[in-house]
């Protein structure tokens, strides 16, 4: 998502760091082509120009023009907009009870999809939550939703076979959960391919008889310009209390979170960004606003590997690291924690300067070479990486599928990496700091 506006953005940064002194003529051209990126971007124009109009104001004061380091000045200006228009702080569900979530949205939104990663989401947060169709029209949406009710363990209420009255069915799921475990009911309803009357008052008058403490649109990220309609007319009819974007990890321009955002007043929440159950997690505006300029995300990086990797495990490796033990056999391991992070291209993302990793062209299948080469070791070998003489390396190519180049190559990285640990005395101060409960693993 906003790897085209990415691209725009941190190549006008380029210029305006390299210029000895930053004018009033730099910054009205750089904003020109800002202008044409969000534009672009599938940002809707009245978004763009209010966006421009703020940006300037703020880099044309003096403090800016007089700075040693102007560019720099302008980037914070830019990451300080761009958070505020995305919605400024993460905002927090409101699960008052009787905590009940209406979920609105247009059809092939994801809505029902959404239901079910919203509540593996809250389950892992401690939360018993339920969910409800009150879909009627779709026919496989009442389906669907026991089917992500089954795979999550988490309670269902389908309607009678043949109900039409979404009031009759939410009438009888509310009786349910009255006998229900739950402290989270999540309705699913039902959408159109367009906004139409019949859609708002049949939600209208669900979200009257609910009373819900949430009312959140679900949108597709990738809906452009058609997104701020989308969003002014639930919000006008529902007054609507949150979004969450879906499909971010398949949209290149993103101009619907900037929009939508801007036009509701009302916060991004969650954002699902894949197909899995887990492809979903709360809206951190500023953390967004760094990836768009090329400033990385190292805290959610940071949140997914505590959250994907055992804490035994990672510590137990600091400390080999720290007495350079480390071999081929940790070599595995640390392959294998980074899978659990996700696609490779997802993690180089969060990686400060590495926003154009889209473009790398990265081939997961090629770095699953030094894996096979690894493997077509003994356990001898991965243990004593010294006796790799030249005969056992040849063996080692056959056995892997690859080169003799190849197989040396990495050997004489994991020398290097195992040399540069012997080396590195602040990493030894981190891994203390960490093991008097300082570190990214503590609790």
């Known amino acids: 998502m906003f790897s085209l506006l990415a691209d725009k953005l941190q190549g006008v940064f380029r210029n305006l760091s390299g210029k000895g002194k930053i004018s009033e003529s730099n910054i009205t051209d750089a904003l020109r082509e800002v202008r044409m990126a969000l534009l672009e971007a599938d940002v809707h124009f009245q978004v763009a120009k209010d966006f421009i109009a703020r940006v300037k104001e703020q880099a044309m004061g003096e403090a800016v023009l007089k700075s040693v380091s102007p560019g720099q000045q302008i980037v914070k200006i830019f990451h300080d907009e761009l958070t505020r228009v995305l919605g400024g702080e993460a905002s927090e569900l409101n699960l008052t009870p009787p905590a009940r979530l209406l979920i609105v949205g247009l059809n092939g939104a994801g809505k029902t999809t959404t239901c079910g990663k919203l509540a ?23 389906e669907q939703l026991a089917t992500l009710g089954r795979q999550l363990n988490v309670p269902v209420f389908t309607p009678p076979p043949g109900e039409t009255n979404v009031l009759v069915a939410a009438k009888l799921a509310l009786q349910w959960l009255a006998e229900t475990p739950h402290n989270v009911a999540i309705f699913d309803t039902a959408g159109r391919q367009e906004i ?9 008058q669900l979200k009257e008889m609910l009373q819900p403490q949430e009312v959140l649109l679900v949108a597709d990220a990738a809906t452009g310009q058609q997104a701020v309609s989308v969003a002014t007319h639930f919000h006008e009819a529902l ?23 801007e036009v509701t007043k009302q916060p991004i929440k969650f954002a699902g960004n894949g197909e899995k159950m887990d492809a979903f997690e709360v809206f951190h505006p500023d953390r967004l606003a760094g990836r768009i300029l090329g400033m990385g995300d190292i805290v959610s990086l940071v949140e997914n590997a505590a959250a994907a990797i055992n804490e035994d495990d990672a510590k137990r490796m600091e400390q080999r690291m720290m007495r350079a033990e480390f071999d081929f056999n940790d ?7 980074m899978k659990k992070l996700g696609p490779l291209d997802k993690i180089l993302g969060m990686l400060p300067g590495m926003g154009k990793v889209a473009d790398m062209n990265i081939d997961e299948k090629q770095m699953s070479r030094p894996k096979a080469i690894v493997q077509s070791m003994t356990h001898e070998e991965r243990s004593k990486p010294d006796i790799l003489n030249a005969r056992r390396r040849q063996r080692i190519a056959r056995g ?44």
Do not use: H, W
């Open 120 to 142: 593996n989401f809250l389950r892992k947060q401690g939360k018993a939550p339920a969910l409800i169709a009150c879909d009627l029209y779709r026919p496989a949406a009442i």
């Open 196 to 204: 139409d009357e019949a859609l708002v008052k049949e939600v209208q």
């Open 239 to 261: 007054q609507i209390t949150g979004l969450i974007l879906t499909k971010l990890d398949g949209d290149a321009r993103g101009g619907a979170a900037l929009s939508m955002r």
């Open 331 to 337: 070599f595995l391991e640390m392959f294998a924690m």
């Open 400 to 443: 892997s599928g690859t080169t003799v180049t190849e197989v040396n190559e990495i050997i004489s990285r994991f020398g290097e990496m195992r040399k540069m640990m012997k080396q590195m005395p602040m990493m030894q101060k981190m891994m203390g700091k960490k093991k008097r409960g300082q570190g990214m693993f503590a609790r």
